[in-house]
């Protein structure tokens, strides 16, 4: 069963000059675009915008609580989802 893309879900890019790099979903915008961040380079701020075509999705146990806070972003939270985002990256990374 393919898991559904929807924010929070962690994913990996597969083309493009930042291919390899892992990402988090932070909205889906669309049938063909996402916006991705990583919670460094690219917060929640300044997030990438790239196609659903070029990224693929990584199935991680740590994502689950992610998923949930990415849905419910505040505006005065952003440094925090940022530190969300970077702490499952790392965690999944690791235990890769």
Not at 16 to 26: C, I, P, Q, S, T
Not at 54 to 74: G, K, N, T, V
Not at 87 to 92: G, P
Request: proline share 3%; aromatic share 4%; net charge positive.
């Amino acid at each position: 069963m393919k898991a559904p893309l929807e924010a929070g879900r962690v994913v990996c890019v597969t083309r493009g000059h930042d291919a390899g790099n892992w990402y988090a979903v932070l909205q889906v915008l669309d049938e063909r675009m996402v916006l991705l961040c990583d919670g460094r380079l690219r917060g929640v701020e300044h997030p990438k915008k790239k196609k659903k075509k070029h990224i693929q999705i990584i199935h991680s146990s740590a994502e689950d609580a992610l998923i949930q806070s990415m849905q419910q972003i505040l505006p005065g939270e952003k440094d925090e989802i940022n530190r969300r985002i970077c702490k499952t990256l790392e965690a999944y990374l690791c235990n890769k």
